[in-house]
């Protein structure tokens, strides 16, 4: 037996999960409850929380994580980690960000997107062709990604301004929205199209769930496994932009660490680590409950460091009761 | 898998030839070595091998402590934060205590000057109990493991930086510049420190039946369970073990730096894993053995060290890091039958 065989058979041991069984339903709505008390609780604080302008705020800052973490999901149900979104974000903004002399908007936004695409792909061809564990291959994937970005920007920030479409996308609006809140709500349909409605979702939480089973059953797990990391690299680039162009700023020593916040989102709406399980609402709502508590402690005026302990007890108080009914160790 | 497992990682003192047939790691080293011996006249200096010791040292532990936590097939994503932590704490305590007491322990420019061992005793003992707390919540809560200790770090990097203000501390007494510098026998005091660690976990993890239960909790939990071993019991165990070694690890980081401050050690937690896995640590749980951490940690310090020597700048050494990490493990599963994953 593999190593990998061994995690998969300890973790989810009672073995047979279902896409969103009628349990994780549940869980699905009590993760609303907690958003729609957050939400009240917020608005009986600060009177204000409510108002159009500090909604769409809270959109606004929810936006980039919350692309990510789509991405971070999918790789998560189908039992595999990517701890290197940060470094794929940054080196795909600075490979397109080195072409914003040639001032043409498709060559920028199309080799950044491609650039995660590429990444991602690698990450894919790591796992599912190398065998290397995801952990393992995507943690030295952010080292090389993060290293590569500051040899080929140099350590220098780069500045998108004179790129018009590319700001657009970080600072315009459209139908009443700004872009990075549309783009993310785009993003949201599809992916809960792709996870619920089509075959590869089924063959996605089937490799997650077990991997024998579903290899048993005709799935190509490789390909599954390679998409999702082709999607989350994507995703990431993605999100990148979003951030660099809202700043006009690309920083290549930019989202220090955002891979843990990505993946706190991911589990605190409901996605186990182990595979299998997980869904895109879960993790929008998870997004949508941190937005909100940094929101309402911004304008309480808490320190974002007590914030960072007040994220730490939510994710803990979410995830608590789920891991008390689960009863199975590891 | 477990039978030939348990047997290699059982023979932790074999004889020098079987040694170097059995650990490729040593050729690594040894070819590490030897090249910067060649290339670079300053490779074998004492200073540069002083240094080289340090950073073993600090790596090591946090990596020894991640060792001990992956052989239950668990993670601890807390170990740099809870570095810092400790030392906090023990500063934060003492001055409170000095208060109490009417003293007057930190003085001008945020420099501590308050007893050092009584210090050094309340950050150990932080450490531990950060241990406790992550072993608690993962073993007894059946929170997973990496949520929980990414809860940790999360939470314990904010406290650092609410606790210290944002300030640096300084730390100025003979017994830090002691624990910091101090060489003994050519030996850095840190690296004896390490080594003590090193030694008594070999003894207690591959030597005593407490410790082999590390290895039946990962090679398969439930077999452990039902062979009446109380794996919450070995697993809180485990992850006190990781936050005594970082607390340990943060006193010599520390020392060495005569201060303190909130975003120092950011990603160790990282380094710490890639070493353990570097030295052959299953991410899976049951394989892997402190000594063999030490192999990893002597070829990341050795290497890095050759590649700072050569002049080459920090992001290709990082992009070379990353590199060994994906080809070591990579070569590692080659040599394995492939099994239907």
Redesign the interface.
Known sequence: ???????HA?RS?PAIRHPAPFRAQIGGLSRIAILLLLVLTAQLVTPSFLAPANLQVILMAVAAIGVMAIGMTLVVIAGEID?SIAGVAILACVLGGILIPTGSPVLVIGVTLLTGLVLGLINGI?VAG????S???T??????A???A??ASG?QALYPESIGPYVWLGRGTLLGLPVPVLILLVLTVLAIALTRFSIFGQALYATGGN??AA?LSGINVAAVRIAVFMLCGFCAALAGMLDSARLSYINPSGF??IE?SV??VT?LGGA???GGKGTITGTLVAALIIGVVNNLLNQLGV?I?????A???V??AV??PD??K????? | MSDATLKSSSASFPSLVTLLRAEPLLWLIAAIIVTGAVTSEYYLTGQNIENLLRSVSVFGLLALGMTVVMLTGRIDLSVAATMIFSIVVGVKVMVLLGDGLGLRWLVKGNTYAGPSLPFLAIAIVTGCAVGAVNGIGIAYFRIAPFIMTLVSLTALRGFNYVLTDGHPYYLRSPVFAFIGDQVVLGIPFSTLVFLAVLVALILFVNGTVAGSRFYAIGGSERAALYAGIRTERFVVLAYMISGFCAALAGILFTARLKSVDAPLASGYELTAIAIAVIGGTALSGGVGSPWRTLLGSLVFASGLNLLAIWGIGTWYQNLIVGTVLIAAVALSRIGRPRASS
């Open positions: 037996m593999s190593a990998v065989d061994d995690t300890a041991a701890l790591l190398l065998r290397i564990p952990l393992i291959a943690l030295g994937m952010l080292g090389i993060r290293a590569l500051n040899i350590g991997v024998k290899r220090e660490g843990l993946l706190a589990v186990a680590l182990s320190s460091y007590l914030q960072q302990v994220i730490a007890a994710i803990l995830v608590l891991a008390l689960r009863g199975t160790g590891k």
